[in-house]
């Protein structure tokens, strides 16, 4: 079963206290790697995110982008009395050294500006956030986010896997007909060997031994056998096959089969002396190049 590495999944939860929405968005990369975006404090969690995400994704580039909004008690928004008394004092004692007396509306004109001085109203995540409380709510709707995106990707895989054994019964097709015309090749070259001899040797007395030309043909032949590339090539098609059927997504292994078979395709199209055999070498290499750029994009 293959796993596209591009995929999208999305959940949300609501309760009376908190809203949260998480997307998750993937896209290619040899690696694992997992980005979270969301506003302070929740961007501290992204160690948290990376280990659920990576329960269940191997390969990609993870981009999780969380939105939360809380919504606060009564109890959750109070004045900091400590550092209102500090700030009224200090301007008392201020306004005394400019000559500036605390006389009657002192208190109405000075606190609208000291609220707002830093430490007067914390803001209420200050006293009451907890990211302990909360991760496991977001755990939930990340895994559900997740699930989804799985989904996605599991659906793609799908399709890819399709086109995958699509190519590889291509070069299938192309290998035996390469197979069939290997017995012909020593032949064919034994026939052009035996005329361009006669054609040298004729009117000139010269004769050329049987034992020669079997000698030269067996040189050839030994140069251009292929049957070890022929059989290799086929065991690699056999096992391209078995992992696509296998229960997890095998990307990297897909990759080494692809690599693998190019490397006896490319040996065979040099050892190969024949035009025929090359047309098919030309028609495995266009297969193996959709290969690649196919797995390329799987998990």
Known sequence: MLFSMTGYGEANFQSDA??????????????LKVTLRAAEPYNM????FEKVVRRVVRRGTIQVHLRCQRQYAEQDFQINAAALRSYLAQLRSLGR?????DGPGFLDRAIGHVLALPGVVPEPAAASFSLEEEWPVLERVLEQALGRMQAMRQEEGRAMAQDLLQ???HIGRELAAIRAKVPQVTVA?????????????????VQISAADLIKEVSIFAERADISEE???LAS??????????????AGRKLEFLAQEMSRETNTIGSKASDVEISRHVVEIKGALEKVRELVQNVE
């Open 97 to 101: 050294e400019i000559g500036v007396t």
């Open 18 to 31: 908190l809203s949260v929405a998480i997307e998750l968005r993937a896209v290619n990369n040899r690696y």
């Open 189 to 205: 070259y034994r026939d052009r060997l035996l005329l361009r001899v006669q054609g040298l040797t004729a009117g000139v007395g």
């Open 236 to 249: 690699h098609l056999e096992q391209f096959q078995d992992v696509i059927n296998e229960p997890e997504s």
């Open 230 to 232: 022929i059989v290799r």
């Open 167 to 169: 190519q590889r019964d």
């Open 45 to 48: 969690l992204e160690p948290e």
